[in-house]
């Protein structure tokens, strides 16, 4: 029996599981896109139901998936008290030192250490898919500048290039330039890592027999969605879509995934009313709750924006003084800030 015979590909969970809301969810918000209104693709217009949908429910809802792998796991918890508690201290320490530096200072550095988070994720899930796989060092080393090429070349591409009609959180929180000899080399070597990318994929084929679907799927969806997202398209509706399915779907799904298969339980679990904690609806309403809170603070606060969507924070007093401010946005931004460092632990592998 040849090797290629006997080849299956590593899923985490299984095939149907891992390509509807692991592998999947860029292709299909990139097949989304292509549908919307040229409006949406080429200014900084975001509807109202895209923001709920996309920054309510899925991209602060996910920084809450986090507390079912950190606060809401006992075991871990008991473990890892002391940085559980060191973590958020540290981040609303820093916070507050930043913004009482400057409000974009502060945002700032938000802003870049959410790409660092967003980089680094696809850059995990590429790794988790190759873990079975036996290829020189050389080829393993060509999968991870490909990964990293996939996200950082757009990345270079917009802060090269003035006039995008999107931010990462707040505007001028990038430091933009126009730099156009920057950006065509910055060109140049991302077509060259992925031609190299795909010719060493063709190589390995003829030589193995296998083609790791998962692993490959996941750095083309990257590539795909950062392009578009960043480079082909100048809207902030395509921007938030393709930016924030192909981060927060998955995030949620691993959490998700890797809680239930650790504690015994299937991944399937939609409903229980013995233990509802290990339930899909028990998780889902626990994070939109969360979400619904924290933006519903935030608007009522600081940005009175969405009053259709947070009515009942509308009471709360808007917010002026710079002092409060220094103390009230790094508070109502800690459990991100707080998701974005604890994010670099809990997928380590715990050494032998």
Not at 26 to 44: E, H, Q, R, S, W
Not at 160 to 189: E, H, K, M, S
Not at 296 to 317: R, T, Y
Request: net charge positive; charged share 15%.
């Amino acid at each position: 029996m040849t090797r290629a015979t006997t080849y299956r590909q590593p899923w985490l969970h299984s095939a149907i599981f891992d390509m509807v809301f692991i592998v999947l969810p860029g292709f299909m918000a990139l097949a989304v896109t292509f549908l919307l209104p040229d409006v949406y693709k080429t200014t900084d217009t975001t509807s109202l139901a895209g923001w709920v949908v996309l920054i309510l429910l899925i991209d602060v809802a996910h920084v809450y998936s986090t507390l079912f792998r950190t606060y809401m796991d006992r075991e871990r918890l008991a473990k890892n008290r002391v940085l559980y508690t060191i973590v958020p201290v540290a981040c609303y320490a820093t916070s507050v030192l930043l913004y009482a530096l400057g409000p974009l200072v502060f945002w700032r550095v938000l802003a870049y250490l959410a790409v660092y988070h967003f980089v680094r994720q696809q850059y995990g899930f590429m790794r988790l898919y190759a873990r079975q796989d036996s290829r020189p060092d050389a080829y393993m080393r060509i999968d991870s500048v490909a990964i990293y090429a996939a996200t950082l070349y757009p990345l270079v591409y917009w802060h090269c290039t003035p006039g995008r009609n999107f931010n990462w959180f707040v505007a001028g929180d990038f430091i933009i330039q126009d730099l156009a000899l920057v950006r065509q080399l910055a060109g140049y070597g991302y077509i060259g890592i992925i031609g190299t990318y795909l010719l060493k994929e063709l190589v390995s084929y003829r030589q193995f027999r296998t083609f790791n679907l998962p692993k490959n799927l996941i750095i083309a969806g990257t590539c795909m969605s950062w392009y578009f997202g960043i480079v082909y398209f100048n809207g902030d509706m395509v921007f938030t879509l393709l930016n924030v399915v192909a981060h927060g779907v998955p995030y949620m799904a691993l959490i998700w995934m890797y809680r239930q298969k650790e504690a015994g339980y299937p991944v399937t679990s939609i409903v229980s009313r013995r233990l509802p904690q290990f339930t899909l609806l028990f998780f889902l309403l626990t994070i939109v709750a969360f979400a619904y809170l924290e933006e519903g603070l935030w608007d009522g606060l600081v940005w009175k924006e969405h009053s259709q969507i947070f009515g009942i924070f509308q009471a709360l007093p808007m917010v002026h003084s710079k002092e409060l401010l220094a103390l009230l946005v790094p508070l109502l931004s800690l459990p991100q800030t707080t998701h974005y460092v604890l994010d670099g632990y809990i997928w380590k592998k715990p050494r032998k």
